[in-house]
Nanobody, 123 residues
């Protein structure tokens, strides 16, 4: 399974960005798509996760109400819409995939990772 993330950029506070993550290879192994981020000098943190069957979506409290995760099984793609961005959202954003639906918020549970895309929010 390979993941290719895209869509980052530099925006001002309050603006929006859309991230995409395309899954290739044995996508049938994927049950959950997760989004994580890592800011400079900080640990990686959970942002959102979507169960590939569409039965559930989970968010970190820090992004709930501002970010929206979605997926398109036909396109083997996951998306993260980032609205009302704040400077503290600045980080490298990663998409990740796993083949079970337990411990969705724990990055170590994800076997497959994309290369990361930079999101920078200026004040």
């Amino acid at each position: 399974v390979q993941l290719q993330a895209s869509g980052g950029g530099l925006v001002q506070t309050g603006c929006s960005l859309s991230l995409s993550c395309v899954v290739s290879g044995r996508s049938s192994n994927v049950d959950v798509m997760g989004w994580f981020r890592q800011a400079p000098g900080k640990e990686r943190e959970f942002v959102a996760a979507i169960v590939w069957s569409g039965t559930a979506i989970y968010y970190a409290d820090s992004v709930k109400g501002r970010f929206t995760a979605s997926g398109d099984n036909a396109k083997n793609a996951a998306y993260l819409q980032l609205n009302s961005l704040k400077p503290e959202d600045t980080a490298v954003y990663y998409c990740a995939a796993k083949n079970n639906i337990v411990r969705l918020r724990d990055g170590v549970e994800y076997a497959y990772w994309g290369q990361g895309t930079q999101v920078t929010v200026s004040s």
